[in-house]
């Protein structure tokens, strides 16, 4: 799977630009830090959460007119759809094919309830999932735990739940969660010719849309 820039679905759609190195996902989460005179810190976090990703583009050679398209056309504003890269050390460890949870997860908690879970399987710790079936929201979660080492059902995750998740609502964890984005207010919305034949839009930045 490429991870990058995609058109459609998995099924129908295409990656009209992969990520290339260098690449860093990271998370934000608004901090409010303050120091009384004695250097006492106090800090507060809200709950709000979004994955960021800055990255270099490499615009296929049939598809760089169609990223350019795509950067102006969407702005900052519309919303793009971004294949969200698994950390190699997760994919080479993950040893599971399906999930299902079996218990209706509550909004602002960090755990679900998994059943159907394949004995001896894992889906380790630092895995983007997202959910699918009947309560779908488009927002991406990160296990924080190891999960399916033990008899446990209890996944934990990362940011707290954003909504209720209903009884039976499937999940994903694999190479496959398509993840709604929008170019940063720093992205040039652009491109760079050089030799009047390459197009490089030089690093983007793309934060989640929650």
Known sequence: MIYGIWEG????GCVIAPFVTPMSVTSNQPVFISDTLSLKRTTFSRTAQRWEISTNL?????????????????????????L?????????????????INATGV???????????????LIPMGSFIQFT?????????????????TAATTMSIYPSLRMDVSLGTTF????DILMPCSYDTDTVIGMTYTDGIMMNPGTVKLVERV
């Open 58 to 82: 490499f615009p296929q050679i049939l598809d760089a007119n169609q990223l350019f398209v795509n950067m102006v056309t969407k702005g900052r504003t519309g919303i793009l759809t971004v």
């Open 9 to 12: 679905s998995l099924a129908a």
């Open 172 to 175: 994903s964890f694999k190479d």
């Open 107 to 121: 909004k602002g908690t960090s755990s679900i309830t998994v059943s159907n879970f394949d004995a001896g399987k």
């Open 133 to 149: 079936g009947n309560n779908a929201h488009k927002k991406v979660y990160m296990t924080t735990a190891d999960f399916g080492l």
């Open 84 to 100: 969200m890269p698994q950390n190699y050390a997760v994919t080479q460890k993950r040893k599971s094919v399906s999930a299902l």
